[in-house]
């Protein structure tokens, strides 16, 4: 089983920056990809990033340029730098976790809101 928790959301004017992080714990050895999704009130969960084990990412096209995924595999840590921050960017933000071999995101966190003022 993995646990994975959420922090550094918060409140931030745009164009501002915020870094958020991902703490896993558990067996993490298990863990293969992860990902940033993010939910709008009254809009689908949608998916931000994503980074494979071996550091390969990929964005939505709404956050090219702006969001950086990483991970730091010795820390078990993963996260998303978010810089020139829109106000369309408010939303709750969750990390996910693939089992290793699996396509589907099976483990993840509770949620971290940002919200981004005009």
């Known amino acids: 089983q993995v646990h994975l928790v959420e922090s550094g959301g918060g409140l931030v004017q745009a164009g501002g920056s915020l870094r958020l992080s991902c703490a896993a714990s558990?067996?993490?050895?298990?863990?293969?990809?992860m990902g940033w999704f993010r939910q709008a009130p009254g809009k689908q969960r949608e998916l931000v990033a994503t980074?494979?084990?071996?550091?390969?990412?990929n964005y939505v096209d709404s956050v090219k340029g702006r969001f950086t995924i990483s991970r730091d595999n010795a820390k078990n840590t993963m996260y998303l730098q978010m810089n020139s921050l829109k106000p369309d960017d408010t939303a709750v933000y969750y990390c996910?976790?693939?089992?290793?071999?699996?396509?589907?995101?099976?483990?993840w966190g509770q949620g971290t809101q940002v919200t981004v003022s005009s």
């Open positions: 980074i494979t084990r071996g550091g390969s990412t």
């Open positions: 996910a976790a693939k089992s290793v071999g699996t396509m589907k995101y099976g483990y």
């Open positions: 558990g067996s993490i050895f298990s863990i293969g990809a």
